[in-house]
């Protein structure tokens, strides 16, 4: 039962080059989605959030675009930089169901010097 | 920077023994959460814990599981009998709020592996 896809497992990009990572969700229940950031052998680091009443958050060189008719949010970094190769979790809640946070499957961003 | 812990980074058990993940949460949080990722896998939700009992669960939070906040400032994760499936990372996480529009702070996990 993926609710949360992201469905590319990698993505590899220049330095200086945007990176744009995707991710879909099924249950309309959502109202709130959130970027994780994780490097090996560490914890999960929040990123950037978004509530579904609206549709960009912006911070510094993050970006997060919201779609809510078609169930989509793409994470937008520019400009890439080396620093930020790491796997990138998409996550939902939905108000009414708690505090859980379910996760997409993660994006393995590699930013190439 | 306040951060979450974890004790300890490796735990390595025999199948069958009981295990005690550690964590120390944010000391203003209030809501405290344990998640796992099993290798290759996506993270995902076991349990919530406010005002010393579990708020929420998910499935994979069966009866050989149990967690406590035994001195307002540890929150463990006990596995009673641990299988060799329950080998993963998990991570403890604390949020200051409740609801959805807050994000949870995660530790550095304890990567559990059950031989």
């Known amino acids: 039962d993926q609710q949360v896809k992201q469905n590319s497992p990698s993505l590899s990009v220049q330095e200086g080059r945007i990176s744009i990572l995707n991710c879909d969700y099924t249950?309309?229940?959502?109202?709130?989605f959130l970027w994780y950031k994780k490097y090996p052998a560490e914890g999960p680091t929040f990123l950037i959030s978004?509530?579904?009443?609206?549709d960009k958050n912006e911070d510094g060189r993050f970006t997060v675009f919201l779609n809510k008719s078609a169930k989509h949010l793409s994470l937008h970094i520019v400009p890439s930089q080396p620093g930020d190769s790491a796997v990138y979790f998409c996550?939902?809640?939905?108000?009414?169901?708690?505090?859980?946070?379910?996760f997409g499957p993660g994006t393995r961003l590699s930013v190439l010097p | 920077e306040p951060e979450v812990t974890q004790t300890p980074s490796h735990q390595v058990t025999q199948m069958g023994q009981e295990v005690i993940l550690r964590c120390v949460p944010i000391?203003?949080?209030?809501?405290f959460y344990w998640y796992r990722q099993i290798l290759g896998q996506k993270v995902e939700f076991l349990v919530s814990?406010?005002?010393?009992?579990?708020?929420?669960k998910s499935e994979i939070f069966d009866d050989q599981f149990s967690v406590e906040r035994p001195d307002g400032s540890n929150f463990t994760l006990k596995i009673r009998s641990t299988k060799l499936e329950d080998s993963a990372m998990y991570f403890c996480?604390?949020?200051?709020?409740?609801?959805?529009?807050?994000?949870?702070?995660f530790g550095q996990g304890t990567r559990l592996t059950v031989v």
């Open positions: 996480a604390s949020s200051l709020s409740r609801g959805p529009d807050t994000e949870a702070f």
């Open positions: 249950n309309s229940m959502f109202d709130y």
């Open positions: 978004i509530s579904s009443i609206k």
């Open positions: 996550a939902a809640s939905a108000r009414n169901y708690g505090q859980n946070f379910v």
């Open positions: 000391s203003n949080h209030l809501y």
């Open positions: 814990f406010y005002n010393n009992e579990i708020s929420e």
